[in-house]
Every structure is written in structure tokens, then in C-alpha cells.
């Protein structure tokens, strides 16, 4: 049995994508809550040409793990993967962990039941003590329910560009309230450009996986509409940049969801969940001055296109 506290129920996850879909949104979770989503989702990653961002956090993580295993110098520690997806990357940092000689417990929480499961079953396989929460990282009682469970030392792990998938300086101010002293804070990022950052997303296999919740519900691209992806500025921070999609419609729709009808007309949007992207020297400049954290160690990829922070709790 693999234990996995559960602050929201799939029933809820239900009807908040009818409420959602009927408002013609569809928020990140739902990318990864139908079964065709996670079989495209591990496509995607596991593929002969996988996710760039997936693929650049995961090379960074093997390439430094034993150096950030050095530098949290702890005992004991606790790795929380918040949006942990299918754990590959977390699992990398506690066999680090452990080598480096501490004692290492794992908390994976996503909204995923079934990437969550398959995070908490690598980490048993690996001989690793481990309990999942099944939660929305938006939601304010996730922080709640995480800060009532310490007990020691904590690894927080926002990885795959996860900082991304909710405005940055709300996950930074979550993050600011529930990261303790003796904490630390892993988390990474895209380097906005916006020819390769856009190549990365408009493309065959990326296509598929972002197209997957809409195929669940019985649409198909180009005969009911088109997947449309852009970037723009984020008026709110210099340097923030986002990658949006959404479907356009080309003939009106009836879809008929849990025996509620969705209504779609010709040209209309079905917006979907964006993803945040850095300037270069914005990740780390929102790390300090929006989170609150000083940067401990900065780890890039070969092609300049991806950051990772390892960060500490600066002076309140």
C-alpha cells in the first residue's frame, strides 16, 4: 500500500474541471489528471527527443546532485517535491542524499494520483521511507498542511520549471511562509528566448501532451479547432516572460461533460494554464528580492537556456 495523504479528492478535481471548462479554462493540472495526459506526459519525457525543460532539470540534478547533497550538510532531511510529477529527478537527490551519509525521508506531493504513485514506487524500490500528499500547490492549505508536518530539516524541491506553472511571486510568497532556517530551497527555470523557448513547445510531441485533456473529452485538432501557442511580457515584473496557448474553435460545439452541456461557439478561446519564463538574471533576481532567499549555489545548463538555484531563507 503506498501511503498518500489525500487534501483533494478526485471528486473535486471533477468538479472543478466542469466548473472550469464551462468558464472555457483549463488550469495546468488537468495537463497531467487524465489518464491520456500521463501516458503523454511520460512520452514526452522519456522519448528519443524528451521535453527540453525536462530533460535540462534532470541533467543538471545528475550532473550536481552529490555537490547539493554537500551543501545541505544535514543529518537527517526530508526532500518535499512540490509538483513532483513521476519523481525521476527527486529520486537522483536522495540516492545523493544518502550517499553524502544522511538520513533521508520523501514527500512527494502533485495533484497527479497516478504520477504520484509512480514517484512514491520508485522511491520504495529504492529502499527509501516515503509518503505522498495528493494536493493542489495553489491551494493555501497545501503550505498549511506541509508546515504543520515538520519535523526537521526539509529539502524543498520546485523542479521542472513547476515555479513557472503559477505566477512566480505568488509561489515565492507561499514558499517565503513555509520554508524554515534550516531549510533549503531547490528550484529552476527557463531562460526566455524567444525563438528556442517557443521551438520547445510548438512542436509534434508537445502538441500531443497539451492536446491530451481536450482528446479526453472527445475533441480532435484541426476538425473542432487549433491548438495556438504565443509569448508575451509580463507587465508585472521586467524580464518575466509567459508562454500561452489556447484552442481556438472553428465550428460551434455541444460537449457533454458528467451530464452538463458545454457550449462552444466558431472563433471562440478555451484558454489554458501559461508558463512563466526568465530574462537572463531575472530568476535569480526574483529568487532574492521577491522569495526572500540568498542563493547558495547556481547551476546552468550546457546551453545557457536553463537555471537551477540552490538557495537558503535570507534575514526576515
Not at 479528492?9 to 474541471?17: P, Q, R, V, Y
Not at 532539470?57 to 551543501?71: C, N, P, Q, R
Not at 526539509?154 to 520549471?161: E, I, K, Q, S, T
Not at 489554458?272 to 532574492?288: D, H, Q, V
Request: with cysteine.
Amino acid at each position: 500500500m503506498l501511503p498518500i495523504e489525500v487534501l483533494q479528492t478526485e471528486s473535486e478535481l471533477a468538479e472543478e474541471f466542469l466548473t472550469a471548462f464551462e468558464k472555457h479554462y483549463l488550469p495546468e493540472k488537468f495537463f497531467y489528471w487524465f489518464p491520456l495526459s500521463v501516458k503523454a506526459w511520460l512520452e514526452l519525457c522519456q522519448g528519443a527527443r524528451p521535453y527540453r525543460n525536462f530533460s535540462r532539470s534532470y541533467e543538471l540534478v545528475s550532473k550536481h546532485a552529490a555537490d547539493m547533497a554537500g551543501l545541505v550538510r544535514a543529518p537527517a532531511i526530508e526532500v518535499v517535491s512540490l509538483g513532483a510529477g513521476q519523481g525521476d529527478k527527486d529520486l537522483l537527490l536522495l540516492q545523493a542524499l544518502r550517499t553524502a551519509g544522511a538520513e533521508v525521508r520523501y514527500r512527494p506531493v502533485d495533484s497527479s494520483l497516478a504520477l504520484l504513485e509512480l514517484a512514491l514506487m520508485q522511491a520504495r524500490e529504492a529502499s527509501f521511507p516515503a509518503a505522498g500528499i495528493k494536493a493542489d500547490l495553489a491551494d493555501p492549505k497545501t503550505a498549511a498542511a506541509l508546515a504543520a508536518s515538520a519535523d526537521g530539516p526539509r529539502l524543498y524541491a520546485v523542479l521542472g520549471n513547476s515555479l513557472g506553472v503559477i505566477h512566480p511571486l505568488d509561489f515565492l510568497a507561499s514558499l517565503r511562509g513555509l520554508v524554515g532556517p534550516q531549510d533549503r530551497l531547490l528550484l529552476d527555470g527557463e531562460v526566455f528566448n524567444s525563438v528556442d523557448t517557443m521551438a520547445g513547445y510548438d512542436n509534434p510531441v508537445n502538441r500531443r501532451f497539451a492536446f491530451a485533456p481536450l482528446e479526453s473529452v472527445g475533441l480532435e485538432e484541426g476538425r473542432d479547432g487549433a491548438l495556438v501557442f504565443a509569448s508575451d511580457g509580463d507587465p508585472r515584473v521586467e524580464g518575466l516572460y509567459r508562454v500561452t496557448k489556447h484552442f481556438r474553435v472553428e465550428r460551434r460545439l455541444q460537449i457533454l461533460l458528467a451530464g452538463r452541456q458545454v457550449e462552444l461557439q466558431a472563433d471562440e478561446k478555451l484558454a489554458m494554464n501559461c508558463s512563466y519564463k526568465y530574462a537572463p538574471g531575472t530568476f535569480e533576481r526574483l529568487i532574492r528580492d521577491a522569495g526572500g532567499f540568498e542563493p547558495l549555489a547556481e547551476y546552468q545548463s550546457e546551453d545557457r537556456r536553463f537555471t537551477m538555484l540552490l538557495a537558503a531563507p535570507g534575514s526576515r
